[in-house]
């Protein structure tokens, strides 16, 4: 029996809502027409479709609930739905504003995304934690109605296999009724066709409702009767019998289909489409054409058909200019005084003093060419020293020689003194080009082999040793993968710049000598961001004499060799995105 009262109040309910919106109203500025959550190249994608221009606006909660705010979608359906598909578990789509469409990603964890804005489609992608899954579609057909009439009517229900918008609510009770009478029922109060199949006319329903919208009751009723509520072409509502339609779809000949892939790999779609059909089918991949070859019943295939446009979508492309600059100064100043005491009987110190000596005992020093070993000649009554004798400064830019004789002997010394800058300005410029969301890797530099020694044992003796060859790449290496959102670009960044050295007093062989800089940057398109920058500055002073006289107020300075070096190393690393435009 049909609670006549709960159907009257329920029917009161749409009118009073109809009788409050008033005449005069328009169209909305954007409408949301679809929604959708797809597998795309190993991530979840979840599509906004809408018909008009709308601004997206984003921000991510801390309990891993990502917000999408649309400005410009002034009349949006109801959607509470629940997905538990590739990371995100609910769905949840409502008017925020007068003109702002608020939709809710309840994820699974915080997961990085980013929000793309396209010609009639708001894309978001995020990281996919849960793997392959099947992809899930709603069309939310905007109201005609309330565009051409001076009041509100309800429009028809577009129900597939999920609920799609918030409908009037209904409370209403059926006591052994048969479907045609409670599909009726519910045909009058949603104003819209709905007819039963040929296998459901003998069918009774027993169910109560209270205050659920009227296609999600519907729905609920049927499916617990053992039915299934079908759209047809023109937006009529078809009753079936869930197990007679299942036989007739499997009896349906299997038809074969081949559709194109123009943006992507299909090989790359190939997994995503399977999951679409299910057991329904199979897919292959011809790969000479780029196109995935779909054999199973026509409905099925029509899915296929319907979901490929929104998956075989073409990947904008960034070029990535990066400049690496190492930059080394070095400033040295060094001052010192070296002294050569001698005598005329030949005594001397080839190799660390100057080789002159007084061959003939007539006063006159002349160098020595006949010996190439540090030698000490004595005859006689002799003296010899030397003063600094290793504090030498290497290759001076000038040399003083002043000599002083005392009797029979000689005192020679040596100013030397040098000053040197130098100035090393190494440049770096790698730029590459790739697609959204595709690594790209640069490299403009060697592989160097590196020797290594596996000097390992085996059981009951010693094993020889045994030499295995690596290789470490070198040089200027650029590892990017890039994400558009918007006008900006997220960017997972990785610059290098190394090289190979001698370690001199070591036999591990040689060592790497790495300016490195790995980071995730969002940048807007065309702007440059440093993103690495490193000065490194080394002061080295020493001090080097005959010891107390180097110590001696004034006159120390003659007895002692002075050095000091600076040395300052600059690193930058700076990156600049551009987004490729279509002409």
Not at 50 to 57: K, L, P
Not at 138 to 146: I, K, M, N, Q, V
Not at 216 to 223: C, D, G, H, K, P
Request: net charge negative; no cysteine; charged share 20%.
């Amino acid at each position: 029996m049909i609670s006549i009262i709960a159907l009257l109040l329920a029917l009161l309910a749409p009118a009073n809502d109809a009788a409050g919106i008033g005449a005069g109203l328009r169209a909305p500025d954007s409408q949301i027409t679809g929604l959708s959550v797809v597998p795309v190249a190993g991530r979840t994608e979840f599509v906004i479709r809408h018909d008009g221009e709308v601004t997206a606006r984003d921000f991510m909660m801390a309990d891993g609930r990502l917000v999408i705010d649309l400005v410009g979608v002034s009349q949006a359906p109801a959607v509470d739905q629940e997905l538990n598909r590739g990371g995100v578990v609910r769905l949840r789509l409502a008017q925020y504003q007068p003109d702002i469409a608020r939709i809710v990603l309840v994820l699974a964890e915080p997961l990085a995304y980013h929000v793309g804005n396209e010609a009639g489609i708001v894309r978001v992608s995020l990281e996919n934690p849960a793997g392959i899954f099947e992809p899930w579609a709603t069309d939310l057909a905007p109201s005609e109605a309330a565009a051409v009439s001076d009041r509100a009517v309800p429009e028809p229900a577009l129900i597939r296999q999920e609920p799609q918008r918030r409908q009037p609510p209904i409370s209403v009770s059926f006591d052994a009724e048969p479907v045609k009478n409670v599909i009726a029922t519910f045909a009058e109060f949603a104003d819209t066709t709905i007819l039963p199949g040929p296998d459901v006319a003998t069918k009774t329903i027993t169910a109560t409702v209270n205050n659920l919208p009227w296609d999600v009751a519907l729905r609920t009723i049927l499916e617990a009767n053992g039915m299934l509520l079908r759209q047809l072409d023109g937006g009529v509502l078809l009753v079936d019998d869930a197990a007679k339609l299942a036989e007739r779809v499997s009896a349906e000949p299997p038809i074969t289909q081949q559709f194109p892939i123009q943006y992507v790999s299909a090989d790359s779609i190939a997994a995503a489409v399977t999951g679409i059909l299910g057991t329904d089918g199979s897919v292959g991949v011809n790969r000479t054409a780029n196109a995935l070859i779909v054999t199973g019943p026509p409905e099925a295939v029509e899915r296929v058909k319907s979901i490929l446009p929104q998956i075989d979508v073409r990947v904008p492309q960034v070029d990535i200019e990066a400049k690496i600059a190492f930059i080394d100064r070095t400033n040295l100043q060094s001052l010192g005084v070296f002294y050569d005491l001698k005598d005329s009987q030949g005594t001397q110190l080839l190799g660390l003093a100057t080789n002159y000596f007084d061959a003939n005992g007539n006063g006159v020093f002349e160098p020595d060419e006949t010996t190439e070993d540090d030698v000490i000649m004595l005859g006689g009554n002799s003296i010899a020293a030397i003063g600094n004798a290793d504090a030498r400064i290497r290759n001076p830019a000038l040399q003083l020689a002043m000599t002083l004789l005392a009797g029979r002997h000689s005192l020679v010394t040596f100013l030397e003194a040098l000053q040197s800058v130098s100035l090393t300005d190494i440049q770096a410029s790698p730029m590459i080009r790739t697609m959204d969301h595709r690594k790209a890797n640069i490299q403009v530099g060697e592989s160097t082999p590196i020797r290594v020694i596996d000097a390992g044992s085996v059981a009951g003796g010693l094993q020889a040793p045994r030499a295995t060859v690596q290789f470490r790449e070198t040089g200027v290496i650029l590892t990017v993968t890039p994400h558009i959102a918007g006008n900006q670009v997220m960017m997972e960044l990785r610059a290098e710049r190394s090289n190979v050295g001698a370690l001199l007093e070591s036999d591990l062989g040689v060592t790497f000598q790495t300016q490195l800089a790995e980071t995730h940057v969002a940048v807007e398109d065309g702007q440059t961001i440093v993103i690495g920058g490193l000065t490194i500055t080394e002061k080295v002073k020493s001090r080097t004499g005959i010891p107390l006289l180097m110590d001696l107020p004034v006159i120390g300075s003659l007895f002692r060799v002075d050095s000091d070096r600076e040395n300052k190393r600059d690193l930058l690393v700076m990156v600049t995105p551009h987004i490729v435009r279509d002409n």
